[in-house]
């Protein structure tokens, strides 16, 4: 059984930073493109980044350039996002995916998600 | 950025009917489209991608349809689980969703 096991989040101050992880089982996990993925409170999803197999691509939406940092570590399974200058914008659930083979923008397997609030 | 425009914003239906969702394209996007079902408190779950070809594990009755820029997710015979709110995403020029239909019991 695929699972995605996010960790990480929490309350963090403006300007701050945070580290998220993603931990997976159940499947070949060099194998896949992995995702970030968030969702403000009651809004809609929005793509944050993405990386491939190897790690050698990463993309971010314009909105985290610059601010945001994804990275795998394919012996430990784990998946990761360095969250650095957040803004309160930035609040949202954040949701880990595994894209489906060959369509890295489909995503498959979905965590249950780790909440970051950036408040003072 | 290619932008994707859901409606209904809200559509109310009865069980057992059927239920047709709307997501436009700004441009085209192929059929590099996919529907996401998300429940209250839950992850969302993919349904459809390529615009018609549904995940595995997902029932029959869901459809999807359209290329281009024009795409429907048509649900029949509605099960009480499947009120929930539906996504789009296009997957054609980076990746963009749609605001989201949420489907309700009439």
């Known amino acids: 059984e695929v699972q995605l096991v996010e960790s990480g989040g929490g309350l963090v ?13 159940g499947f070949t996990f060099n194998k896949y493109w992995m995702s970030w ?4 409170p009651g809004k809609g999803l929005e793509w944050v980044a993405n990386i491939n197999q190897d790690g050698s691509e990463k993309y971010y939406v314009d909105s985290v350039k610059g601010r945001f940092t994804i990275s795998r570590d394919n012996a430990k399974n784990s998946l990761f996002l360095q969250m650095n200058s957040l803004r309160a914008e930035d609040t949202a659930v954040y949701y880990c995916a595994r894209a489906l083979q060959g369509a890295a923008g489909v995503q498959v397997y979905w965590g249950q998600g780790t909440l970051v609030t950036v408040s003072s | ?6 409606s209904p914003a809200t559509l109310s239906v009865s069980p057992g009917e059927s239920a047709t969702l709307s997501c436009r394209a700004s441009r085209s996007v192929s059929s590099n489209l996919a529907w ?3 429940k209250p408190g839950q992850a969302p779950r993919l349904l459809i991608y390529g615009a018609s070809t549904r995940a595995t594990g ?3 009755r869901f ?12 649900i029949s015979s509605l099960q009480s689980e499947d009120f929930a709110v539906y ?15 949420k489907l309700e019991i009439k």
């Open chain 1, 13 to 25: 101050q403006p300007g701050g930073s945070l580290r998220l992880s993603c931990a997976g089982s």
């Open chain 1, 37 to 40: 993925v968030r969702q403000a």
């Open chain 2, 1 to 6: 950025e290619i932008v994707m425009t859901q």
């Open chain 2, 36 to 38: 996401y079902q998300q």
């Open chain 2, 58 to 60: 997902i029932p029959a």
């Open chain 2, 63 to 74: 459809r999807g349809s359209g290329s281009g820029t024009e795409f429907t997710l048509t």
């Open chain 2, 87 to 101: 996504y789009c995403q296009q997957y054609n020029n980076w990746y963009t969703f749609g605001q989201g239909t």
